[in-house]
């Protein structure tokens, strides 16, 4: 059964929305024989990657380490650098090295994402064409993709560590907010996984979190992508939105409603 979207932060005093229609995908659930292959595939993959990479790109990348470390430790007056700081600045540069190279191999599952983030954006387009208004500008059909294709990398890496067995449900309304003017797709994905708290995130612009890992693509897809993005449960959901037309021929236009971190 499909869940009711709650009110987006911004539209508090709008009212409730028209929906013009929706639409709703699923991936992973794997059972059975299909699972139990779509595991031996992943693993045989990763064997394969791992052996290739400490094979062929490892060598160098280690080499680049060495060189590196022996610079960062050079002090002044060419004093004797201790070995413990060589280790800690190589140490330093094989966290980055095998951040850089993560094994992200999600098989089958993958490729239906992908046919599912561009089913999303035939969709979209359809409805507005069923309403007379212009098909999504390349730009937005960019930005909705790219915000799709993150979001959903979340789910199936981190939400569900790669188990073809788990579900993502992707939930898409076009909708209209009347006091704003504007179409609005509404995008909502869930996942089965443990979820995470999104109020303790860190701010990767932070000059403290430069180096880390993680956060960047859910500050892009906030910021850039969309028009908002929140995790309104216990971070196994994500919902987000973006205008993609306008109503109300001969009305002012109204400014899409500020981004904002609040649930």
């Known amino acids: 059964m499909v869940q009711e979207f709650p009110n987006l932060p911004g539209f508090m005093d709008t009212g409730e ?39 062929n790109d490892a060598p160098m990348y280690f080499d680049t380490f060495l ?28 966290e980055d090295f095998m951040r850089e190279y993560r094994n992200s191999f999600c098989g089958k599952i993958d490729k239906d994402l992908e046919r599912i983030q561009k089913e999303i954006i035939v969709f ?14 390349d730009e937005d059909q960019g930005n909705v993709g790219t915000a799709l294709a993150e979001l959903h990398k979340n789910a199936i890496l981190h939400g569900h560590c790669r188990d073809p067995e788990r579900v993502i449900t992707t939930n898409v309304q076009v909708l209209t907010y009347p006091v704003h003017n504007g179409i609005y ?21 932070q000059e403290a979190h430069l180096e880390d890992a993680m956060g960047r693509g859910i500050l892009m897809t906030r910021e850039i992508f ?38």
């Open 17 to 55: 929305p028209l929906i013009y229609d929706e639409q709703t995908w699923q991936c992973g659930g794997l059972t059975n024989g299909e699972l139990a292959a779509e595991r031996a595939e992943i693993i045989k993959y990763d064997e394969e990657w791992e052996r290739n990479l400490w094979e």
């Open 67 to 94: 060189d590196q470390a022996a610079r960062d430790a050079q002090v002044a007056d060419n004093e004797t650098v201790s070995d413990d700081l060589v280790t800690a600045i190589i140490n330093f540069y094989v």
């Open 124 to 137: 979209i387009n359809k409805v507005l064409v069923g309403m007379c208004l212009n098909l999504l500008s």
């Open 185 to 205: 797709s509404v995008i909502r994905i869930e996942d089965e996984g443990d979820g995470f708290d999104y109020e303790k995130m860190v701010d990767p612009t």
């Open 226 to 263: 969309t028009d908002g993005l929140v995790y309104p449960t216990d971070g196994s959901v994500a919902l987000m939105w973006k205008k993609v037309g306008e109503t109300g021929v001969g009305k002012s236009k109204t400014e899409t409603p500020k981004r904002t971190l609040s649930p």
